[in-house]
């Protein structure tokens, strides 16, 4: 499988994941909040918004216009942290976000 097959699988997976939350159709941040420094924009977004208005989006343009994707991803320690009060809830999130980071560090090790 292709890396950019590959990658919109996990994409996929975490967007339906998000949606079997009810948090994939939330409205999207003001533009003031992309302005952000911090990791994960995480004095401005919630996780799950950063992974649809953020996340998602940046990697599916890079795919869209066959852009360099980056070279690694270390969301899982963070969301783990995140979603520690009702971690089962959130368990297959946490799953796909672990499959991306995976995918990330198995590109690293080529």
Same mark, same amino acid.
């Given at each position: 499988?292709?890396? =950019?097959?590959?990658?919109?699988?996990?994409?996929?997976?975490?967007?339906?994941?998000?949606?079997? /939350? $009810?948090?994939?159709?939330?409205?999207?941040?003001?533009?003031?909040a992309f302005e952000?420094?911090?990791? &994960? &924009?995480?004095?401005?977004?919630? /996780? #799950?918004?950063?992974?649809?208005?953020?996340?998602?989006?940046?990697?599916?343009?890079?795919?869209?216009?066959? $852009?360099?994707?980056?070279?690694?991803?270390?969301?899982?320690?963070y969301a783990y942290?995140? =979603? #520690?009060?009702?971690?089962?809830?959130?368990? $297959?999130l946490l799953r796909?976000? #672990?499959? /991306?980071?995976? &995918?990330?560090?198995?590109?690293?090790?080529?």
């Amino acid at each position: 499988m292709s890396d =950019y097959k590959e990658l919109e699988a996990i994409l996929a997976e975490m967007e339906t994941e998000l949606a079997k /939350l $009810g948090l994939w159709d939330v409205p999207e941040p003001e533009a003031k909040a992309f302005e952000s420094a911090s990791p &994960f &924009f995480l004095d401005t977004m919630e /996780l #799950h918004e950063w992974l649809r208005y953020v996340l998602i989006r940046k990697l599916r343009a890079l795919m869209a216009a066959s $852009g360099k994707l980056p070279e690694k991803a270390e969301i899982f320690p963070y969301a783990y942290e995140f =979603y #520690h009060e009702d971690r089962s809830r959130y368990l $297959g999130l946490l799953r796909s976000i #672990h499959r /991306l980071d995976s &995918f990330f560090r198995k590109r690293e090790q080529r």
